[in-house]
């Protein structure tokens, strides 16, 4: 295989920001396997949280890029398990890998991922759009610029409940909220309850990840659902969230692609939790990648492109919450040259 690197910057359409921090601009690394004319894209993003960037990632998979070109794939599954002990420090960079096998395995196939693997498409979720942190006239300018069915509320302020209270006013969409790890348990069961009353469906990730100790009374206490982000990373994290979260958010670029997502689904499936993919602000290469997994999950946020003022290709597209497929195999996504 020929393996291609590109590096982006992703420019937002808003400032974006969350509890922790501000953006505007997302690098992100978009990977490409060509074989015998056909090609494969992945992608994965610069996350200061994670302490990754783009020249790391270009690194990470250039130090391998013999391994990589001579490789000979049969499935993406043993391409990935050949990868893992190379890259079992790097997920991010091993995300953007699988993504691009697997694009390019369903087009060696001729199908788009969903139907190669049998799924039915009929009842899929629709994607949330974020709001993200800013003052509340800001967040209800950007709310109704953007007429949208469900929304995630970005929070993590000290105006968190009268920030949902002032959105709310201006639409009936269903709500859901996350704190990127910014509050504490008796902040988190009290705002909960004031939330459940305005119309929020669950907090995704309300404290830190390693206050097992505060999340398992919260989860104990919490007149709404809780869905693990930071808390659930890896495919071992699936059970560590069992009894603290009802349900698990899954991050392609975090737990290393579509093959050990697959997995963390099925994990999840088993202990009756809810599952959701969300988005790490990917361009439509990787959230082409997400939408293949749409018939397994219960909740998705996928909004990635629709924060960006300029994408790197064309694929799946949104519409009112309605995630459309393009009509090519493999994931659907196609560069802009």
Known sequence: MDLHLYPYELKFRHTFTISRKSKD??????????????????????NS????????????????RAFIEQYHLTTPEKFWEDLYPKFSDNMFALCALDLAAWDLYGKQKGMPLYKLWGLDISRNPMTDYTIGIDTIENMVQKLEEFPWPIYKIKLGTKEDIAIIKALRQHTAAVFRVDANCAWGVEETISNAIALKELGVEFIEQPMAAADREGMKRVYEHSVLPLIADESCILESDVARCHGYFHGINIKLVKCGGITPARRMIAAARALGMKVMTGSMNE????????????????????????????????GITMEHGRVHYADRPGTGALLKR
Do not use: C, F, R, W
Not at 28 to 43: A, D, F, P, T
Not at 302 to 312: E, V
């Open 25 to 46: 601009v997302q690098p992100s690394l978009v990977v490409e396997l060509i074989n015998k004319g056909l090609s494969g894209l992945g992608e994965t993003v610069d």
């Open 49 to 64: 949280y994670y302490h990754m960037t783009v020249p790391m990632l270009m690194d990470a998979i250039n130090e391998h």
């Open 283 to 314: 361009s439509t290469v990787g959230t082409s990648a997400v939408a293949q997994l749409l018939p397994y999950l219960d909740y998705v946020d996928m909004d990635g492109p629709l924060l960006l003022a300029d994408d790197t290709a064309t």
